[in-house]
């Protein structure tokens, strides 16, 4: 309250400063009951709704998984799988292409190779005939000829199959080939026939021929017959009891020499060779027969092992190998075995 003389108390002057305005209630108020607009107006409020009850929080050490995690996975499963399956399509339509293309590929080289076998018979066999013809006067001997040249190269195949030394029987091809050149010079000197004749000459003087049931003409064929049937005949001998042939089988060598060895000697003292082409064709007959039967001799007489020829089919080695770790896991099993059971 201000003071006369226009001065006022400090202490009221700063609590004047904080005052506020309140309000009072008035006791006659609360006897005083309310309206009727009031009650309206208070009884048309609407009630407000009750919330949501709160989420309960996980316990500790459980972590349920969020809602959309196992969608997110089925989804990128499904485009993985249908991007997979268009891979695949993709992959089958493409094997589809490279098939055709390959079985067109493989037909043609299959064509080209059939007609490629076909020009190289033809060619194997045309030429034995033209040079059969040409150097040797006959087709004939053209075909003999490659006929005995497949043979030998059929004996070195066979040879080596059998475990046999194929360097024998390309020894018996030396033989052959020197057999076959003394072969045409002894026919092509006609050295037989001179003989022949020779021997013909001295039995018509030492004895009366012309009283000969088959005539003085037969006489040369009759001595090569005798004279090529003695030096087979020896030669077999030898040979067959070199080779531990005894009793009859000797005798059945001796023979067949004999016989052989007499046919080979009638003609070849009968005949007078002038053209040297028959004659060149028959001694490399000769020769290709000398070299399949002496190279099949040598191969023979050297021995056959089959079992070394195919030993190198059979992993010795990796049988070995596995041998060794199944016996050093055996051993591993039996230790650990007993360390278990306490032994």
């Known amino acids: 309250m201000a003071h006369a ?21 008035d006791p006659r108020d609360e006897a005083t009951p309310p309206s009727e607009d009031e009650s309206t107006t208070a009884n048309s409020r609407p009630e407000a709704e009750p919330g949501p009850d709160p989420e309960p929080e996980p316990e500790p050490g459980e972590q349920s998984a969020a809602p959309g995690v196992s969608e997110a996975v089925g989804g990128v499963r499904a485009a993985f799988m249908r991007m997979l399956d268009a891979h695949i399509t993709l992959l089958r339509a493409e094997l589809a292409i490279t098939g055709k293309e390959l079985g067109i590929i493989l037909g043609l080289a299959l064509g080209a190779v059939v007609i490629a076998v076909l020009a190289a018979i033809l060619l194997y066999v045309g030429s034995f005939l033209f040079f059969g013809e040409l150097l040797f006067g006959s087709m004939g001997w053209g075909i003999i000829h490659g006929t005995l040249l497949a043979a030998a190269v059929v004996g070195f195949v066979a040879i080596n199959l059998a475990g046999g030394q194929v360097g024998r029987y390309g020894w018996g091809a030396a033989i052959g080939v020197a057999v076959a050149v003394v072969f045409a010079a ?42 090529g049937g003695l030096v087979a005949l020896i030669i077999a001998a030898v040979i067959g009891w070199r080779s531990q042939l005894r009793g009859g089988a000797l005798i059945g060598a001796s023979v067949a020499g004999f016989l052989l060895g007499g046919f080979v000697g009638a003609i070849w003292l009968s005949t007078r ?12 007959t000769i020769g290709f027969l000398t070299w399949i039967i002496a190279g099949a001799i040598l191969a023979a007489r050297a021995g056959f092992d089959p079992e ?3 030993a190198n089919l059979v992993p010795r080695e990796s049988i070995a190998a596995f041998e060794q770790t199944k016996d050093f896991m055996s051993e591993q099993w039996e230790r650990q075995k007993n360390r278990m059971l306490g032994r």
Request: hydrophobic share 40%; charged share 15%.
């Open 186 to 227: 002894v026919l092509l000197s006609n050295v037989g026939n001179t003989g022949g004749e020779a021997i013909k000459d001295r039995l018509s003087d030492t004895f009366v021929t012309e009283d000969l049931p088959f005539g003085e003409a037969w006489l040369v064929t009759l001595s090569g017959l005798v004279l």
């Open 5 to 25: 003389g226009g001065s006022c108390d400090p202490a009221l002057a700063g609590a004047g400063t904080r005052l506020t305005l309140t309000t009072t209630p």
């Open 273 to 284: 060779y002038a053209a040297p082409d028959g004659v060149l064709g028959l001694a490399i």
């Open 308 to 310: 070394a020829r195919y």
